[in-house]
């Protein structure tokens, strides 16, 4: 899914169904796929729980840079809208995001 305003691409949504991914390497996955984001853009997560020690783990690598947004929430299925949205100050410094590729936050 896409918006299209004068010629720039203003959103697009990519789906990551944890649920076929092997349970070791979920993690690494979603991170991985986290910072192949580029600013604007959303990762569609869906999940067979809710994956609170995975929210934590973002708050603290990616801080306010990826916000989280629940779609879904019940026992058995868990939708949740991941967006990047790089901080004022480190789009001006040339940080995350800034030149137009991924988030490519290391958490430091």
Do not use: W
């Amino acid at each position: 899914m896409e918006t299209i305003m004068s010629g720039i691409v203003c959103e697009q949504t990519f789906l990551f169904d944890a649920r076929g991914v092997a349970k070791r390497f979920r993690h690494a996955a979603i991170f991985g796929a986290l910072e192949a984001l580029r600013e604007g853009e959303t990762m569609r997560f869906v999940n067979d729980h809710d994956p609170l020690p995975l929210l934590q783990q973002i708050g603290q690598r990616y801080r306010d840079q990826v916000r989280v947004h629940y779609v879904d929430h019940d026992a058995a299925h868990v939708v949740i809208d991941f967006s990047v949205h790089p901080a004022e100050q480190q789009r001006s410094e040339g940080g995350c995001g800034s030149n137009g590729g991924g988030c490519g936050c290391s958490g430091s």
